[in-house]
């Protein structure tokens, strides 16, 4: 049984992680830690786990005392970099569902987020936990940076097209909604069930947190030779709780690609990306509390629109980082993973 | 493994018993009936299961040549009846989700349901499919006639207090309110998004099908020497994917009693009833998609109201059968039913 | 044109009295005051009222410069009895959205808000705003206190039956359920999108402050004669943001009456209450942004069943006070508040 | 008062015009036809108007024995077609709110609507009712073909930067979400409240049938000089009752324009378009129920990002075909279309 911690076990990627690894065979949850709860009981703040987690909240300052093999961090940015040292250094491996490690030019980092690293150090080290791209090297990491809820799902709408120069790299256009939950379980009016439903409209328009993590991940898979991707990342708030739909618009170089089978090939063999018949619209009801992304490629004249949807919670947070977990203990990647979505629901 | 057949697949209640015998260790689906989709893949009116069951809908004349050990109809009332000869002639046993053997009074019945019975023969066998009351019968049951959603939902919340003789069995009152799968997959302009959110209303409230199942199973856990219990059932529509939530009112003959006591020791060993803490409210959410039922008991003055929450398609439909099943074939009764509720979700 | 003011514009009564009032023929409005907003345009909190209102928000203290004629309280309670004093020795009309000046019996107010009444030489003079009983002493009032949401809607359900003596004054039992707009524009987790959609619940089944108010209005109907009404006030949170609903259930004395003509004749000439036929079910949809109460009566036996449904920001507050105001200037009472709702919508 | 007849009254667009007409000054409404319905009261397919309208359905072959000046056909499309001869002889104005006579070029038409033009001689007389472009004409009209609501949000995002030539015309892509009413009140599957809620997906990506509409429109603005305008349109069904966001991107050909200013002026004197402070994002909420469009424009770079928000039955149908026809009958063009949208809402 792998001893798994989770810091930050009040919002809602924390909440996704206890639900999904309470029925994991392999794992056993040693502590769940948060500042501002400890001492009160996990069930509390989440009675649809009672009979299931037996703990109560514990300080993050106690974190070590719990024997963990592996340390989950569900947290703001900042905390993580705060707790690395120590964590590291005691041997224990690290996914963190944070921002804090997925860019890797620190400066980059800074400006976006406001404010100095903390543990610069970590940062050239930390793997980008994107399995359908990083595999091998999640595997042998110490520390996985999980991607952000719009960069997972923008990506594997983009890699087959980029691995294979198929597109105008300066052309990508992404427009993008997410459920409310994406907001974090944070006290705001403009996320009051009064406020945010019978309603949809875009935000972040002149720039968003997660365009330089998009960006860098889809140079990743280009080749040197070609001119580096740029895109334009369009979020918007949809008036339910779960769920993130990219659609995603860029202008082929090759009108004559098969795009169709470049997807199904590349998505062959990945147990969590589902790449629907031609003329398909995924949709996020398909894939909600589920690790699956669904994909659909619609060729459009000279350009090319790629549709993906998947849970902004599971796939796009908590169900990846485990899927990243299995890989590190050399797990079928699908183990707690595997229980299908309700319909309706 | 238990060879299971789903007759009218393609509804509500046929989604969910895919949902959850899918992922069920010692069942294997080996055909699912749907007279208009016969020939077409599950997948495609269930796309969720895509990965999870690769079969094409059968007609259900050919229901018996795929040797079931066990039927399930998920079928609006009069299907079962009408094939119940012969499939209990092949010594099949039977699950019937739909209201066909719930009441015992065959005249009731077809009072309630405007039409003849076509197998009353079939009525007295059958075992009425609350684990709650009817455990040890339903183990050797060949044909469960499953409650209907508000019937287990107020059931729940009365019968300890009907068994200890503690309320005026004529006193109660049972408003309920549920999410609209509730109405079933029928296309219906009142349960179109445009009709049915942002509104809020009763609805048969000249009197309602669940109305004499509800007395018939209360009048069936009371003493001889009581007066019979009488309901007065007032459901009403919630603008909401899936859940119940009952509060049930009862004038009480002893004030003195210690009610939650009552309630914790009635369900003591029941893995899939809930009793809260006293002062508790149960939340539709914390349920959804589980096979539990939360209560609370409040006494008020001379009066006791108890909540009672809980997902009309599981437990209150397809998991209740599910338990049901497990209950016949001896397993664990949480077999394939032990996942927590999603939060947010 | 009648000089109003609004004090505590920001919350969600306050922008429905501007929402009405902007259109209101007879109506200026001079200042809208928010100690926290002071200074900033009212079109920023309500970007709804572009282009219909050009004010800043003032600060309560300078609410007499603005010489109103009248001035609406849309504030927490306890806001409009420490303001009573000025404003009522400035000669200046009040109706009071909150529940300050409700309740005649002081020490029940302070029992139920736990806090000592600030201006209790007040209370006497105060007007309970209920047209459909109170019409005449409206007319001649300095002090209108406005009844609340749930009050409303169980008292007009009510009172036609009450004023006969038809049932048994202590067998009532309210179920009502809200939209989340009656939480108010507060930012706290349990009304979130996330938590409160996809969820259905009871809440405060321990006591509500609304049931001594319901009590209150309920007694002042009755023949002295009678024994005195108790209502079982059982409040449900519904996922939506506006509309009330009510479903009120109460023994028959005499279950030959012609329970449809007493509500017809009851209600024939009030402008904002609707009896529907025999059978029907109110829906809040169909009242939605309106001032119109639905009501259709249910015989059950020896029981009535009154179904009622309501816009809580409306007719159970902004809208009544508006129709409150039109009685006090002599108008129209419909004046303002002459709108159908929108279907759908 | 122009006396204005309705056919095809049962549908959201039909209700749409029928909340609105009943409260305007100018207005009296003569019959309201539905073939189905015909004779029996508007009042029991729409509760929303008791008390403002008091008709029944008429058969549409009546029309003309109730002496209408205008009539509105909120209608599918062909049915304008079939009927628009006998109106037009008898001298009667028609604003077709119907796709029937949008198309300019008639084969687009069947080519999209898969069927032949029934009255081709009426395709050029027909003034394409979007007043912020063809006011003149709409004034002179007799036959007014309304715009649809995805293209009216499209047209008002691009047209001040086309008329400038401040865009490359090829490079526009346009996302949009759409409420579900735009589906209309039919009984389907896909947008029951079970379906459609808790979802978010694309649709139509292949084509859509506004497409041609959107592509003519924009064109009829452009100087004769440039490139025609082409546009790659992705609508979305977004989990709400109302509204429709339109998010258009666009090369820009002269980085260095004040587009700000640009919009500003195009719009400073339409009453129903609203262009928002620089950074600002429009939310259909704050439309909801109007005649309002909410702009707002947010250079990126080379491309420039529109950001549109209105009602899909509003602005985008109902509301939009009253205000041509103020404008035909020389009221102020804000008659019966001046009250602001409810917040919450």
Redesign the interface.
């Known amino acids: 049984m792998i001893r798994t911690a989770i810091i930050g076990g009040t919002g ?1 990627t924390g ?2 992680l206890l ?1 999904l690894l ?2 994991h065979p392999e794992v056993e949850i040693v502590t769940v830690s948060s500042r501002s709860e400890a001492g009160t009981a996990v069930v509390d703040a ?7 987690l037996d703990l109560d909240f514990s300080d993050p300052s106690d974190l070590l005392d719990a024997k963990p093999d592996l340390v989950f961090f569900a947290t703001p940015h900042g905390v993580a970099q705060a707790m690395m040292n120590d964590i590291a250094s005691a041997g224990v491996k690290v996914i963190d569902l944070s921002a804090d490690f997925r860019i890797k030019d620190q400066a980059l980092w800074e400006q976006w987020y406001n404010q100095a690293h903390q543990s610069p150090e970590f940062i050239e080290q930390a793997v980008y936990g994107l399995p359908e791209v990083n595999r091998a090297a999640i595997a042998d990491a110490s520390l996985v940076a999980c991607p952000g809820c719009y960069p997972t799902s923008i990506q594997l709408a983009m890699i087959p097209l980029l691995e294979k120069g198929l597109i105008d790299p300066a052309s990508i ?1 992404a ?1 993008s ?1 997410s ?3 994406g907001a974090g ?1 944070n ?3 403009p ?13 972040s ?3 968003h947190r997660h365009e330089p993590e998009i960006v860098q991940g889809l140079r990743a898979v280009q080749s040197e030779t070609d001119k580096p991707a740029e895109v ?1 990342f ?1 979020p ?1 708030l ?6 993130i ?1 990219s ?1 995603v ?1 860029a202008d082929l170089v090759d009108v004559s690609a098969d795009l169709q089978a470049v997807f199904e090939e590349r998505y062959a063999h990945e147990p969590f990306v ?1 790449v629907l018949a031609a ?1 398909s ?10 690790n699956s992304c669904q994909l ?1 490629v ?1 060729p ?1 004249g000279n ?1 090319v ?1 790629v ?1 993906s ?1 998947e849970d902004n919670l599971t796939k796009g947070a908590s169900g990846q980082a485990i899927q990243c977990m299995n890989i590190i203990y050399g797990l079928e990647e699908t183990t707690g993973l ?8």
Chains 1, 2, 3, 4 share one sequence.
């Not at 989440?46 to 299931?52: D, E, I, V």
């Not at 995924?282 to 509390?289: I, M």
């Open positions: 809602y909440a996704e639900r309470v029925s989440f009675p649809n786990l009672k009979g299931y256009v427009y909604g459920g409310v939950s379980r006290a705001k009016v996320y009051l069930l009064t406020e945010a439903s019978e309603n949809f409209q875009a935000y328009t002149a720039g334009l369009l918007h949809v008036p339910m709780i779960r769920g739909h659609t618009v589902e003329g619209h995924p949709q996020t009801r398909y894939v909600r509390g589920t659909a619609h459009r350009r629109v549709l949807a595997n229980t299908p979505a309700m319909l309706p629901g």
